[in-house]
T-cell receptor, first 112, second 111 residues
């Protein structure tokens, strides 16, 4: 069946360095790829998304890249700060939002 | 005003009981969702409604029944609760594609 693989499951980076999280999806019918941030005990929050007709999107320190041919997409966080510490989830949305599959999450820790 | 509100925030109950979780959104979104997040933090969609019509119904036990009286509300009723139902349940809404706004979650503990 369709799935989304997310790596790494945990990531620890020095404050100020960059963090990269990668996701691979299986069904080429996916056409929308959001990323969510979930702080401990809080709700998931949509932080950035990308549609299948775009290769890259940036919002301040956060960027997402998509490689449709390879069926993978990545979240890039630059100049990391302590408040970036959280669990990050990717998702692949299939056409007409008829199917939504989440990655297994990446716990990002920022070392001071 | 809270955009997506769900009640209760915590729910502790015995096995075999029936319980409901309510969700309301004031964003005017057409689509609402229910998600389950287990103890390992895996997030999985359960149901999705668009304008009161069911569009996603993942493989969940039929003890779970969503009800959408109007497009601003999507409630979740659970019959004959089991230990494995213990999780955090999130309601969410969006206009079009995947969920953009989540509720604060309902932590369900089945004893």
């Amino acid at each position: 069946g369709e799935n989304v693989e997310q790596h790494p499951s945990t990531l620890s980076v020095q404050e100020g360095d960059s963090a990269v999280i990668k996701c691979t999806y299986s069904d080429s019918a996916s056409n929308y790829f959001p990323w969510y941030k979930q702080e401990l005990g809080k709700r998931p929050q949509l932080i950035i998304d990308i549609r299948s007709n775009v290769g890259e999107k940036k919002d301040q320190r956060i960027a997402v890249t998509l490689n449709k041919t390879a069926k993978h997409f990545s979240l890039h966080i630059t100049e990391t700060q302590p408040e970036d510490s959280a669990v990050y989830f990717c998702a692949a949305i299939y056409s007409s939002a008829s199917k939504i599959i989440f990655g297994s999450g990446t716990r990002l820790s920022i070392r001071p | 005003d809270t955009a997506v509100s769900q009640t209760p925030k915590y729910l502790v109950t015995q096995m075999g009981n029936d319980k409901s979780i309510k969700c309301e959104q004031n964003l005017g979104h057409d689509t609402m969702y229910w998600y389950k997040q287990d103890s390992k933090k895996f997030l999985k969609i359960m149901f999705s409604y668009n304008n009161k019509e069911l569009i996603i119904n993942e493989t969940v036990p039929n003890r779970f029944s969503p009800k959408s009286p109007d497009k601003a509300h999507l409630n979740l009723h659970i019959n004959s609760l089991e230990l494995g139902d213990s999780a955090v349940y999130f309601c969410a809404s969006s206009q079009g594609r995947g969920p953009g706004n989540f509720g604060a979650g309902t932590r369900l503990s089945v004893l």
